[in-house]
């Protein structure tokens, strides 16, 4: 069974900079997908950004980008120029090659401070 | 807009009573996944479906749970003699396949069980 972890319950950062938030996760496959998702207080969640393990290039979405490490099994998030509007939860999530699921990280809350 | 449509969005009910949760994705996409998020952790799988078939059930959801898709277009999931322990979020989702795979969220119905 795959597992994903985040570390940092919480994490905060001014307006303008930027934060990066980490995301490891266990797998015996090959090959898979890997996604940030966001969830304001809406509730609602919100695709950010996704990486296919087979590709070696870095996803790049806007202000977003990760750092995919296959060998190390780890998938961080970085948000550059940080908006006010960034504050939620973000989840760190894996899906297998069969897509059948999701699995998720317990999520990272991010305070973006003015 | 993800292309899921749930309702309702917010249901409250007391203890012992059955409730059911309606799923509509925009279009017919092949697989739809039910999870719930309860407040301040990650999403977990509950099911998920491929066209009308239910493949995948997770030790979650328990006899009181019964998930549907006939045929293979909206989904319920009916909750029996609720109890306190289901208060939760019940988002449903859909792979599209055309996006990489990528899983897309509903809003989500809020369930209180008093």
């Known amino acids: 069974a795959q597992t994903v972890t985040q570390s940092q319950p919480e994490m905060s950062v001014q307006e303008a900079e930027t934060v990066t938030l980490s995301c490891t996760y266990d797998?015996?496959?090959?090959?898979?997908?890997l996604f940030w998702y966001k969830q304001p207080p809406s509730r609602q969640m919100i695709l950010v950004i996704r990486?296919?393990?087979?590709?070696?290039q870095n996803a790049t979405e806007n202000r977003f980008s990760v750092n995919f490490q296959k060998a190390a099994k780890s998938f961080s998030l970085k948000i550059s120029d940080s908006q006010l509007g960034d504050t939620a939860m973000y989840f760190c999530?894996?899906?297998?090659?069969?897509?059948?699921?999701?699995?998720f990280g317990g999520g990272t809350r991010l305070m973006v401070k003015p | 807009d993800t292309g899921v449509s749930q309702n309702p969005r917010h249901k409250i009910t007391k203890r012992g009573q059955n409730v059911t949760f309606r799923c509509d994705p925009i279009?017919?996409?092949?697989?739809l996944y039910w999870y719930r998020q309860t407040l301040g952790q990650g999403p977990e799988f509950l099911t998920y479906?491929?066209?009308?078939?239910?493949?995948?059930k997770s030790r979650l959801l328990s006899d009181r749970f019964s998930a549907e898709r006939p045929k293979g277009s909206f989904s319920t999931l009916e909750i029996q003699r609720t109890e306190q322990g289901d208060s939760a979020m019940y988002l449903c989702?859909?792979?599209?396949?055309?996006?990489?795979?990528?899983?897309?969220f509903g809003e989500g119905s809020w369930l209180t069980v008093v």
């Open positions: 999530a894996f899906m297998n090659n069969a897509g059948n699921m999701l699995t």
């Open positions: 797998t015996s496959e090959n090959n898979y997908y």
């Open positions: 990486q296919e393990a087979y590709k070696q």
């Open positions: 279009s017919e996409h092949n697989r």
């Open positions: 479906f491929q066209n009308e078939a239910q493949l995948e």
């Open positions: 989702a859909h792979k599209v396949r055309v996006s990489g795979n990528t899983i897309y």
